[in-house]
């Protein structure tokens, strides 16, 4: 169990090392998209924005260490909602075989 923890922190230092912030994850989450950053911070529900939404959401907080409460504050939402948002979006990531470290690597 520490291993992991101290592995997750790793990755935490790595990731923000490259200069990786939440904006410059808005910017990656939509070119993968091709959706501009304002759009991911939307509330709306279209499916392509939702997916790009979720998978930052769930970068944001699983990978930079950033609160839901902080990601709700910044995109409108409330924390449970952002709860969820990361939950879809662990799927999403697994499902797509997306790997932060590998798309931020242009960095």
């Given at each position: 169990?520490?291993?992991?923890?101290?592995?997750?922190?790793?990755?935490?230092?790595?990731?923000r090392a490259k200069g990786l912030d939440v904006p410059?994850?808005?910017?990656?989450?939509?070119?993968?998209?091709?959706?501009?950053?304002?759009?991911?911070?939307?509330?709306?529900?279209?499916?392509?924005?939702?997916?790009?939404?979720?998978?930052?959401?769930?970068?944001?907080?699983?990978?930079?260490?950033?609160?839901?409460?902080?990601?709700?504050?910044?995109?409108?939402?409330?924390?449970?909602?952002?709860?969820?948002?990361?939950?879809?979006?662990?799927q999403i990531v697994k499902e797509k075989r997306l790997?932060?470290?590998?798309?931020?690597?242009?960095?």
């Amino acid at each position: 169990m520490l291993s992991e923890c101290n592995e997750a922190y790793e990755r935490k230092y790595r990731l923000r090392a490259k200069g990786l912030d939440v904006p410059k994850l808005e910017q990656i989450v939509a070119d993968m998209f091709e959706l501009e950053p304002s759009q991911i911070l939307s509330p709306v529900r279209y499916k392509a924005v939702v997916q790009a939404r979720s998978i930052f959401c769930y970068w944001a907080v699983m990978e930079l260490g950033v609160t839901a409460t902080a990601l709700a504050n910044r995109i409108g939402l409330t924390q449970p909602a952002i709860s969820m948002s990361v939950k879809r979006g662990a799927q999403i990531v697994k499902e797509k075989r997306l790997d932060l470290d590998s798309i931020s690597m242009n960095l």
